[in-house]
Nanobody
Framework: QVQLVESGGGLVQAGGSLRLSCAAS????????MGWFRQAPGKEREFVAT????????YYGDSVKGRFTITRDNANSMVYLQMNRLKDEDTAVYYC????????????????WGQGTQVTVSS
């Protein structure tokens, strides 16, 4: 049974930083691209970042490029999202996802999803 468990969300002031973690189990982690998506109230799920199974290639959404960094630790089946210079508009539930197809911005191509962790940025 595949499980993805996010942690690290919380309340932070604008301009601050948070690091999200996602612990994966029940899958051959290095064979899966890992992605982060987010969803704010009343909005569609938005692509944030993704990283290939090998960890060598990353892609970011335009709204977070230069502020967020995705990394992974294949030895421990973990993926991280370092979020810096947070803005009000980053407030959302953040989801971790695993995709066998590969690193893509399309949420429909991911096979497994976590339950999400809330990030709230206050100004």
């Amino acid at each position: 049974q595949v499980q993805l468990v996010e942690s690290g969300g919380g309340l932070v002031q604008a301009g601050g930083s948070l690091r999200l973690s996602c612990a994966a189990s029940g899958l051959t982690f290095s064979r899966y691209a890992m992605g982060w998506f987010r969803q704010a109230p009343g909005k569609e799920r938005e692509f944030v970042a993704t990283i290939r199974g090998s960890g060598g290639t990353t892609y970011y959404g335009d709204s977070v490029k230069g502020r967020f960094t995705i990394t992974r630790d294949n030895a421990n089946s973990m993926v991280y999202l370092q979020m810096n210079r947070l803005k009000d508009e980053d407030t959302a539930v953040y989801y971790c996802a695993a995709g066998f197809f590969g690193a893509t911005t399309n949420p429909g191509r991911y096979d497994y999803w976590g339950q999400g962790t809330q990030v709230t940025v206050s100004s």
